[in-house]
């Protein structure tokens, strides 16, 4: 158990619809990162924020948004799905910024249909 | 954009040791080099990070040359459980090294065998 938490395990949804992911950092973790992976895509990296405050963007998509908040936990909007967007979405957290010593939760998977 | 090249896949037999190389060009002066393991529909684990020549922790080492520009994960005396993708992590120059783009590898998966 990596301390991070995701919900919810899974989600079904049809396109055009819009779900929201969420994430709980570990206990004193400012950092949290935003991972989606396909089968033909690998692991890529959408989004990082830091302490509430967006440090980084990976190929993150116009349609989907992110934020921290005051409490840190992280919350990971998608909208307009399409079919395309069906994936296990991952989030992690570490102490820093710049830190590459991330832990990641167990992941949503998301089936659009 | 930095790119890592990793072999797709690797066999091994069980207690054998594992050498897994990811080449990264491009990598910034600041940036640390780390490998991760995934399981099938797990979120993946840290294993190693280094930033020169070798680092060693209780489950593997790390080896990296003098121009950084490639790093080696060396398992000993693999086991089945074992099996998993493998990926490697560096920073992204383009946007600030390693505060920045954070780009894994296509991961290598290791089978081991019995």
């Known amino acids: 158990d990596s301390g991070v938490t995701q919900t919810p395990k899974h989600l079904i949804t049809a396109t055009g619809q819009r779900v929201t992911l969420r994430c709980s950092p570990r206990s004193g973790d400012l950092s949290v990162y935003w991972y989606q992976q396909s089968l033909d895509q690998g692991l890529q990296f959408l989004i990082q924020?830091?302490?509430?405050?967006?440090?980084a963007k990976g190929n993150i998509l116009e349609r989907f948004s992110a934020q921290q908040f005051p409490d840190l936990h992280s919350e990971l909007n998608l909208s307009s799905l399409e079919l395309g967007d069906s994936a296990l979405y991952f989030c992690?957290?570490?102490?820093?910024?710049?830190?590459?010593?991330?832990?990641f939760g167990p992941g949503t998977r998301l089936t659009v249909l | 954009l930095a790119k890592t090249t990793q072999p797709i896949s690797m066999d091994s037999y069980e207690g054998q040791e594992v050498n897994i190389t990811c080449s990264h060009n491009n990598i910034a002066t600041n940036d640390y080099i780390t490998w991760y393991q995934q399981f099938p529909s797990q979120g993946p684990r840290f294993i190693i990070q280094?930033?020169?020549t070798k680092v060693t922790n209780e489950v593997a080492s790390l080896f990296i040359p003098a121009d950084r520009k490639s790093s080696t994960l060396s398992l000993p005396r693999v086991s089945l459980s074992d099996t998993a993708v493998y990926y490697c992590?560096?920073?992204?120059?383009?946007?600030?090294?390693?505060?920045?783009?954070?780009?894994f590898g296509k991961g290598t998966k290791l089978s081991v065998k019995p």
């Open positions: 992690a957290s570490s102490v820093r910024a710049g830190y590459n010593e991330q832990f």
């Open positions: 924020y830091y302490n509430g405050e967006e440090r």
């Open positions: 992590l560096v920073g992204d120059p383009s946007y600030g090294g390693s505060q920045g783009n954070l780009i």
């Open positions: 280094g930033y020169k």
